[in-house]
T-cell receptor, first 114, second 113 residues
Framework: KQEVTQIPAALSVPEGENLVLNCSFTDSAIYNLQWFRQDPGKGLTSLLL?????REQTSGRLNASLDKSSGRSTLYIAASQPGDSATYLC?????????????FGKGTHLIIQP | GAGVSQSPSNKVTEKGKDVELRCDPISGHTALYWYRQSLGQGLEFLIY????????KSGLPSDRFSAERTGGSVSTLTIQRTQQEDSAVYLC???????????FGPGTRLLVL
C-alpha cells in the first residue's frame, strides 16, 4: 500500500527566505504527483502537477521536482511571503486509471513571519 | 468559471441520523472523487466516479456509506445511522479526465453529536 510522508511537519521562517518542502512515497509506480495548499477552514488548491515522465514543473515562485525512482519530490518556494502561509500537501496518483484516487501525505504547516 | 461546489458547508447531526452531502463538479469534468479529512488522520480517499459509474467502492469506510452520481454531474454521499467517528470534513474533487489535475471543493464539515 502506498504511503506518503512529508517532512518537516511544520516550518516557520522569516519573510524573504527560500525554502524546500519534502515529500517521499514508498511505491514508485505512480502516474503523477500533485502539490496542493490548504488554507485554514478551506478546501485544497492545486499548485503543481508533475507527470511521472517529468522531472520538474514551475509556476511563478514555485518549483516542484520529482525523482520517481527514489520516491521523492520537493517543492521549492522562492522569496517567501506571508501570504504563502498555509498547509502544503503532497499527493500521488497510482498507475491504473484513477480508481484509487490520490494518496496524500499529512502535510507541512508553513508559517512565514512578516 | 465556477469551481466545485459542495453543500451544506456545515452539518451538525445527532448520532443515528442519516445525512446527505452534495457535490457539484466543474462543468464538463467526467471524473469525480470523494475524500474525507479527519483530525490527525490526513486526507483519505473514499470513492471515484467516471461518469455515473463507480468501479470500486472498497474505499468507503463501512456499509453505512453510499454514493451515487446522476447525469454525469451532481454526486451525493449518504451516511446512514451516523456515528461520532464520522465527524470530519468531506471533500469532493473533479477532473476533466482520469489522472488529470483534481480541483477540490470547499468541503462539508460534519459534526456528529
Amino acid at each position: 500500500k502506498q504511503e506518503v510522508t512529508q517532512i518537516p511537519a511544520a516550518l516557520s521562517v522569516p519573510e524573504g527566505e527560500n525554502l524546500v518542502l519534502n515529500c517521499s512515497f514508498t511505491d514508485s509506480a505512480i502516474y503523477n504527483l500533485q502539490w496542493f495548499r490548504q488554507d485554514p477552514g478551506k478546501g485544497l488548491t492545486s499548485l503543481l502537477l508533475i507527470q511521472s515522465s517529468q522531472r520538474e514543473q514551475t509556476s511563478g515562485r514555485l518549483n516542484a521536482s520529482l525523482d520517481k525512482s527514489s520516491g521523492r519530490s520537493t517543492l521549492y518556494i522562492a522569496a517567501s511571503q506571508p501570504g504563502d502561509s498555509a498547509t502544503y500537501l503532497c499527493a500521488v496518483s497510482q498507475s491504473g486509471g484513477g480508481a484509487d484516487g490520490l494518496t496524500f501525505g499529512k502535510g507541512t504547516h508553513l508559517i512565514i513571519q512578516p | 468559471g465556477a469551481g466545485v461546489s459542495q453543500s451544506p458547508s456545515n452539518k451538525v447531526t445527532e448520532k443515528g441520523k442519516d445525512v446527505e452531502l452534495r457535490c457539484d463538479p466543474i462543468s464538463g469534468h467526467t471524473a469525480l472523487y470523494w475524500y474525507r479529512q479527519s483530525l490527525g488522520q490526513g486526507l483519505e480517499f473514499l470513492i471515484y466516479f467516471q461518469g455515473n459509474s463507480a468501479p470500486d467502492k472498497s474505499g468507503l469506510p463501512s456499509d453505512r456509506f453510499s454514493a451515487e452520481r446522476t447525469g454525469g454531474s451532481v454526486s451525493t454521499l449518504t451516511i446512514q445511522r451516523t456515528q461520532q467517528e464520522d465527524s470530519a470534513v468531506y471533500l469532493c474533487a473533479s477532473s476533466f479526465g482520469v489522472e488529470e489535475t483534481q480541483y477540490f471543493g470547499p468541503g462539508t464539515r460534519l459534526l456528529v453529536l
